[in-house]
């Protein structure tokens, strides 16, 4: 079975500096997913980015970037130029390639943000 | 855009009670989950259904039930709800292919059981 860790429970940052939240993972599989979800404080969960394991490159969208270490089995996520909008829960998530599309979750990282 | 709802965002309920949780997503998805959360521990597949009728035990089955009756719905049922099932419920959805690849999340039903 899959598991996740997240070792930071909460982190915080000054606004418009950067910031990364570590997740490591193990796994046998050599094909599968990795994602970054975001929990604000109004709860609904929300899709920041997704990496998958066969590519190399590591994602990126807009402030939000992933440094994907496959053999280190560590998947962890910059925030650039943070801002308050930003503060929320994240959580880590292993998917296996098919298999029902289920997920395992980290232990989610809360971080704050400070004006 | 995707759509799922909750009943309910916060609920109190007895010890012993029977809790019906009802999720509903409106983007035809076969692929239904619930998932419980709590601090420290991310979150936790409870059950799931991969079309109407079909369920399969998640992580943490134990003292809960499921129903699908009907694809755009997924109940979760508590037949006799314990103060340790306090915690906050997670629906989510998704097609069964590959893309897209995310699941897609309802707001939450926050649970106290007294």
């Known amino acids: 079975a899959q598991t996740v860790t997240q070792s930071q429970p909460e982190m915080s940052v000054q606004e418009a500096e950067t910031v990364t939240l570590s997740c490591t993972y193990d796994?046998?599989?050599?094909?599968?997913?990795l994602f970054w979800y975001k929990q604000p404080p109004s709860r609904q969960m929300i899709l920041v980015i997704r990496?998958?394991?066969?590519?190399?490159q590591n994602a990126t969208e807009n402030r939000f970037s992933v440094n994907f270490q496959k053999a280190a089995k560590s998947f962890s996520l910059k925030i650039s130029d943070s801002q308050l909008g930003d503060a929320a829960m994240y959580f880590c998530?292993?998917?296996?390639?098919?298999?029902?599309?289920?997920?395992?979750f980290g232990g989610g990282t809360r971080l704050m943000v400070k004006p | 855009d995707v759509k799922v709802t909750q009943s309910s965002r916060y609920l109190v309920k007895r010890t012993g009670e029977k809790v019906f949780l009802e999720c509903v997503q409106d983007?035809?998805?076969?692929?239904m989950f619930w998932y419980r959360q709590d601090p420290g521990l991310g979150l936790r597949l409870i059950y799931f259904?991969?079309?109407?009728?079909?369920?399969e035990k998640g992580d943490i089955p134990e003292g809960y039930s499921v129903s699908r009756e009907k694809k755009e719905r997924f109940s979760l049922i508590l037949e006799s709800a314990s103060t340790n099932q306090t915690s906050m419920y997670l629906c989510?959805?998704?097609?069964?292919?590959?893309?897209?690849?995310?699941?897609?999340f309802g707001p939450g039903t926050r649970l106290t059981v007294t």
């Open positions: 259904s991969y079309d109407v009728k079909m369920k």
């Open positions: 998530a292993y998917r296996s390639r098919g298999a029902g599309n289920m997920l395992t």
């Open positions: 796994t046998s599989e050599s094909d599968y997913y």
């Open positions: 989510a959805s998704k097609p069964p292919a590959d893309k897209p690849y995310e699941q897609y």
């Open positions: 983007m035809d998805h076969e692929n």
């Open positions: 990496q998958e394991a066969y590519k190399q």
